[in-house]
Nanobody
Framework: QVQLVESGGGLVQTGGSLRLSCAASGRTFSRYAMGWFRQAPGKEREFVGGISWIGRTTYVLDSVKGRFTISRDNAKNTAYLQMNSLKPEDTAVYYC????????????????????WGQGTQVTVSS
């Protein structure tokens, strides 16, 4: 079992920044990949980015490349999503998720690949 708790969401103006955190517990944190997803009203859940077991592989969605950065601190059992230059279209509920079945260097991009999910945190970007 893995428990995930997100924090750091909120309301920000266009061009602003937020850093989301995802605190994990349960299994050895350095033995699974972490992903970030988002879901806007009326839309499907969308992969934003992910990071492999010890961070050697990261992958972010093209539309956020250069603005969003994913990292993890295995000593703190925490994954991060740094979001800069935020746009109104980034408004969504953001979820972190754990992929416990992948290989050490894998970053998988589909929701079904992830086994455990956080409760979500709202990010709202005003224009």
């Amino acid at each position: 079992q893995v428990q995930l708790v997100e924090s750091g969401g909120g309301l920000v103006q266009t061009g602003g920044s937020l850093r989301l955190s995802c605190a994990a517990s349960g299994r050895t944190f350095s033995r699974y990949a972490m992903g970030w997803f988002r879901q806007a009203p009326g839309k499907e859940r969308e992969f934003v980015g992910g990071i492999s077991w010890i961070g050697r592989t990261t992958y972010v969605l093209d539309s956020v490349k250069g603005r969003f950065t994913i990292s993890r601190d295995n000593a703190k059992n925490t994954a991060y999503l740094q979001m800069n230059s935020l746009k109104p279209e980034d408004t969504a509920v953001y979820y972190c998720a754990a992929d416990i079945d992948g290989r050490p260097l894998d970053v998988r991009t589909t929701p079904v690949s992830y086994d455990y999910w956080g409760q979500g945190t709202q990010v709202t970007v005003s224009s």
